[in-house]
């Protein structure tokens, strides 16, 4: 069993993950692209291809444990959420020393004339894993309209919408290939009037980006309170189908 | 899925819209040049993005495309070594208590524009800027630490290499770690980036330092209180604006004179358009800031007010990191998806602009870059003066602002101006200004944001005086 | 009729040109309003498309609520229909039109 490690960060609702694989894994057989967000090193002067770390939002995160906790993936990968700690035992970080002076001989042994910096496992922290339950339990509002649009086919792509006005731009595959189709924009209750505003600014630029809008609304809490059933357990109560309906907006081409 | 896809075919607006040019943010990015380029580097030119499909067909082929893609990725990614070649090599060791590094033999480019220096020559370097010169491989990362040795049981210092993951793991908070994306962000486009709040250097200043002569301190009080009455005044303006008698004393007959009216009816923010307007609401703000402090924070509870994060220079020669001058931006750092933040308020945004201090762009009275010296004030004296005394007479300028350029010249020699389109300008661009930067979960945009005053412009018609005299 | 309703009609039928333009009998309730469709055909398009007047103005509430599209679509909406059009009445009186597509718990 594989094992995809995501730091989080200081705040708590933001990860990274540092590794290659786990980022290609993410990828592949999630459909989590995440946001590459570090300097390429070898063209660092640009911002069009970056780096690891890649940054993945806690509405993903929480949608990433459940999926791995659920078996809903390969059954092979494991998620965990970690922080990395600076190790406080004496012996390993001789270790480490050890070990980066036998690089260091067989630099000078060969002739090496570049000296890489790691990306990560130096040895010199080491990761501790946080019990994920608060995210794992996250009911936001975001958190349940991330799942919803990855119900059914978890090959889409849910990345941040910031660049076109609105939360989440939909991808019906990765995004390496495809146009985004949707724009999702942040959830309202059922009961709260939409703003009209809002809703035709970002169907017009919709339009002309040749995508349609979803527009997400979730049931008002008392409707959700009487449906809530108490012997629903806890993968039931995740279970967001209930809660989140789309309602699809797109301009008629006239008026 | 499959409804959309037919949907989509049905559209009507699709065929109108096929021509158009597609969101640059859409293009695919293309992976396969950015690979070539990191096997063999040197003079590289950023690679165009590709095109991408618009729909999932589920064929062969358009799986291989995808597995292309990807693989060119990821092998992209992979070949992307750090690091730099020993000669040139620079260690940076991190110091946990301090949360900065320090550079012993410090050499390279970058300190023109990065870190302090003390007297030993050794250069102390900010966090953020630590892992973003690590990651680009311009220094090597390194931390010592003090063990002890299990057979002698002495005391052992040791240097070890850390890794980019150890920094990532070093930040503090989140919005330390939003900054520093900013940071590496606008460091990559080859903008000069200081912290605003930063101590590490003379700081310049538009706005003259206080003087403690009792005159200026009777003037400023003189001047809030004509402030208030001048408010007074347009309100008590406005009552007798409103009765009826009026009418006896106006005749109205232009809409012009209408607008007139309104407008001292309706009072309006009027952004400052000068030197002098800038530099008498800064001294109205520092008699005002204790009172109205206190009621701010009281609103704030829940959110962290946004401040200035970052001074912004454009790329630039003759930067002086101990003496820089005036920023040409100012940036406020947002983290929409922070619960403790939210976008600013109408007030909040005040606060922001009035605690602005730039090369205000807008001003007419400055004319070139070179003269911003003459109307700011590093250390309380006069930037000339300033720097004169230190006898550093080499002057910041920016090569486009170089007097040989012949794109200045060029300036120059344009016709003027019509008032009309200068007062399009003026609507459009405002006055006061700042970059409000979104980060939304790694992604990054920027957002001008400036105080624009529609009160003070007359955008009616006037007709002409000679026609007037014609029709006489 | 209704002032909305008849404002949309007209731009449907003088506008938009549209062909068979008809207010529907059906209605219901809704927070104090009457909601009533207008049931017509583009030009150009074999399918006729149910149309929704909705007024919108800058500084009040507006009544659109996903509750009101469900209601539409549950009461005045057959099963032939997968879409109805929104046609939102600014303040000043101009109309657009958006399709709105029914709601699903899945996308």
């Known amino acids: 069993m594989s094992c995809i490690d995501i730091e989080i960060g200081p705040s708590g609702h933001v990860g990274h993950v540092h590794s290659l694989e786990a980022a290609r894994r993410l990828r592949t057989s999630h459909g989590v692209v995440g946001v590459l967000s570090g300097t390429l090193p070898a063209a660092a002067q640009q911002n069009c291809f970056l780096y690891l770390p890649l940054v993945l939002p806690h509405e993903e995160i929480a949608w990433l444990l459940r999926r791995c906790d659920d078996g809903d993936g390969d059954g092979k990968e494991k998620v965990r959420l970690v922080r990395r700690q600076v190790t406080e035992n004496g012996s390993q970080l001789q270790e480490v020393s050890r070990k980066q002076a036998v690089e260091q001989a067989r630099r000078d042994e060969k002739n090496i004339r570049f000296h890489m910096t790691y990306d990560n496992n130096s040895g010199i922290t080491h990761s501790k894993e946080l019990d994920p339950q608060y995210l794992r339990e996250c009911q936001c509002t975001r958190c349940e309209v991330y799942t919803a649009l990855k119900e059914g086919d978890a090959s889409r792509v849910v990345a941040a919408g910031s660049r076109f006005g609105a939360q989440y731009t939909l991808y019906p595959g990765d995004p390496l290939r495809v146009h985004a189709t949707m724009l999702v924009l942040p959830a309202v209750k059922n009961n709260q009037p939409w703003d009209v505003r809002a809703l035709l600014s970002i169907a017009r630029l919709a339009t002309t980006v040749r995508k349609t809008v979803l527009l997400p609304s979730t049931s008002d809490t008392k409707t959700r309170a009487t449906s809530d059933d108490t012997s629903i357990d806890r993968r039931q109560s995740h279970d967001t189908q209930n809660h989140v309906r789309f309602y699809r907006l797109e301009w008629t081409g006239f008026g | ?472 | 009729m209704d002032e909305k309703l008849e404002l949309v009609r007209n731009n449907l039928v003088h506008y938009q040109q549209w062909e068979d333009v008809r207010v529907s009998p059906a209605s219901f309730q809704w927070e104090g309003e009457n909601i009533q469709l207008i049931i017509g055909k583009p030009s150009n398009s074999e399918r006729e498309e149910c149309v929704l007047p909705v007024e919108y103005s800058q500084y009040q509430e507006s009544l659109l609520t996903t509750n009101l599209i469900d209601a539409t679509f549950t009461n005045l909406v057959s099963e032939e229909f997968e879409r109805i059009v929104l046609a939102i009445i600014g303040d000043d009186g101009t109309v657009v039109f958006y399709y709105i597509t029914r709601g699903t718990s899945t996308i």
């Open chain 2, 1 to 472: 899925m499959s409804t959309l896809d037919k949907d989509y075919e049905n559209d009507p607006t699709k065929d109108a819209l096929d021509d158009d040019e597609i969101d640059d943010d859409e293009l695919t990015q293309d992976w396969s040049k950015i690979a070539a380029l990191s096997k063999k580097n040197p003079n590289y030119t950023i690679p165009k993005r590709g095109e991408k499909d618009a729909v999932i067909d589920g064929t062969n082929a358009q799986e291989l495309l995808l597995n292309n893609a990807r693989n060119e990725m990821f092998e992209a990614l992979e070949n992307s070594v750090r690091g730099t070649m020993i000669k040139s090599q620079v260690k940076a060791y991190y110091l946990p208590l301090q949360h900065e590094a320090i550079v012993p033999h410090p050499k390279g480019n970058f300190l023109q524009s990065m870190g302090k220096a003390d007297k030993q020559g050794r250069v102390f370097l900010k966090f953020h800027e630590f892992l973003y010169l690590a990651e680009r491989g311009t220094i090597t990362p390194y931390q010592t630490f003090c063990i002890q040795d299990p057979d002698s049981l002495e005391e052992q210092t040791i240097e070890l290499q850390l890794s980019i993951q150890d920094l990532y793991s070093f930040f503090k908070s989140q919005d330390e770690s939003d900054n520093f994306l900013v940071f590496a962000y606008l460091k990559r486009l080859g903008f000069i980036v200081n912290l605003t709040d930063s101590n590490d250097c003379d700081t310049t200043s538009f706005f003259p330092p206080p003087k403690k002569s009792i005159l200026s301190n009777i003037l400023n009080i003189y001047n809030t209180i004509r402030s208030i009455f001048t408010f007074h005044k347009l309100s008590l303006f406005n009552a007798f604006f409103y009765s009826k008698w009026n009418f006896l004393f106006n005749r109205y007959t232009t809409s012009g004179q209408i607008y007139v009216g309104l407008k001292k009816l309706i009072p309006f923010f009027k952004a400052p358009h000068t030197r002098y307007d800038l530099l008498s609401l800064n001294s109205q703000h520092k008699l005002s800031s204790d009172t109205s402090h206190k009621k701010q924070k009281l609103s704030n509870i829940n959110f962290k007010p946004l401040k200035i994060t970052f001074d912004v220079w454009k790329p630039q020669s003759n930067y002086k990191k101990k003496v820089p001058g005036l920023p040409d931006y100012q940036v406020v750092v947002f983290n929409k998806n922070d619960p403790h933040q939210r976008f600013p308020t109408y007030l909040e945004m005040r606060k922001i602009f009035d605690s602005l201090d730039y090369k205000f762009e807008y001003l007419s009275e400055i004319t070139d870059d070179l003269s911003w010296n003459k109307y700011s004030y590093t250390n309380g004296m006069l930037r000339t003066a300033y720097l004169s005394s230190i006898k550093a007479k080499a002057q910041q300028q920016r090569s486009s602002q170089n007097p040989n350029n012949p794109k200045s010249k060029k300036k120059k020699n344009s016709r003027p101006t019509s008032q009309f389109v200068l007062q399009n300008r003026r609507l459009k661009n405002g006055y006061r200004s700042f970059l409000l930067c979104v980060i939304d979960s790694g992604i990054i945009s920027f957002v001008k944001i400036s105080e624009t005053d529609f009160g003070s412009e007359d955008v009616w018609y006037v007709p002409p005086k000679n026609i007037k005299k014609y029709n006489k």
